[in-house]
């Protein structure tokens, strides 16, 4: 399958860095946010400055969307259930589905919805993107990580990547993807939730004395329930999640750390909502998790 016409679901850091890339390397007409007509018209004239320079973007409403050969799921979790009306008309039997979603479930929600075969299981990995308002910052864009599991349509695989070499997006062919996403979903549930609840950034996270021990307490919580479940994570992994930090803007913070700024809610619930529930389905302990939960709980309590 040749792709040529993509479509973006969100138009957050990630959204608007994925699609300012597309534009650039295969033409402003090749990508679109598709979204519901309020946000249409809140953003239809919008202009954003990304790095510095100014860009504009197609937008379309979901019901004027026609399907496009890979749509790419880019909203926070809290938006995802709402997403998944509005891309149905962006959707046909070829179309596929590609979630950079935080976390580890978007792609079995997608699925659930609209069939796993046409999904290619993907995770976002090293970008630093920091967006506040219409403006999109980062020195690092990273790499989609990307690859299939059983129920797969082997061509998704095959299409996205001869789509990607074409365009220059980077990428990484993952022999084990489930691995790959737990991975980034230990990585995020320390530094995300740390730098919302320490309000500071991919440095202070390291070098602030106990935003570290919440680091790596958060993420070795992770790690344990993730080898009760059979993945196989490592100590080694939860030193990589520190190197991957230490490349990052160290004046940068990752998304829940934006959200405390922009009073937001955040995706506690997925991060460390989730490893609760999971610590208590498997018997493990998670304290430094409730902390956190409870922690980030008020501060949305207080700007809410």
Not at 15 to 30: P, Q, T, W
Not at 273 to 292: A, D, F
Request: charged content about 20%.
């Amino acid at each position: 399958m040749n792709i040529l016409k993509v479509s973006i679901v969100g138009m957050g850091a990630l959204g608007l860095m994925y699609a300012n890339h597309i534009s650039k390397f295969a033409g402003s007409d090749a990508v679109s946010f598709v979204m519901d007509e309020q946000r249409l018209l809140k953003y239809k004239e919008q202009a954003f400055q990304i790095n510095g320079e100014t860009a504009k973007f197609n937008m379309v409403s979901d019901r004027e969307a026609t399907p496009a050969d890979l749509l790419i799921v880019a909203v926070k979790y809290t938006g995802l259930h709402a997403a998944l009306d509005v891309m149905k008309s962006s959707i046909d039997e070829h179309t596929i589905i590609m979630s950079v979603l935080n976390g580890i479930s978007s792609e079995e929600i997608i699925g659930e919805r609209y069939g796993a075969n046409r999904i290619l299981y993907t995770v976002a990995l090293g970008m630093d993107a920091m967006k506040f308002g219409d403006s999109l910052q980062y020195t690092k864009m990273g790499a989609l990580h990307i690859g299939t599991v059983k129920d797969n349509d082997p061509e998704v695989l095959s299409s996205v990547e001869a789509y990607f070499d074409r365009i220059q997006m980077p990428y990484v062919e993952e022999a084990d993807i489930l691995r790959c996403m737990w991975f980034k979903y230990m990585l995020n549930v320390g530094i995300n939730q740390v730098c919302m609840v320490y309000d500071t950034t991919y440095s202070g996270a390291i070098c602030q004395r106990d935003a570290y021990r919440s680091l790596i307490a958060t993420m070795r919580e992770v790690l344990a329930i993730a080898n009760a479940k059979g993945i196989c994570l490592t100590e080694t992994d939860i030193s990589q999640c520190i190197a991957i930090e230490k490349t990052l803007d160290p004046n940068s913070t990752p998304s829940m750390g934006q959200d405390r700024i922009n009073k937001k809610p955040s995706e506690v619930d997925m991060f460390a909502g989730t490893v609760i529930r999971m610590g208590e389905e498997l018997g493990i302990p998670v304290p430094e998790n409730k902390y956190i939960y409870e922690t980030v709980k008020q501060i949305e309590q207080e700007y809410a």
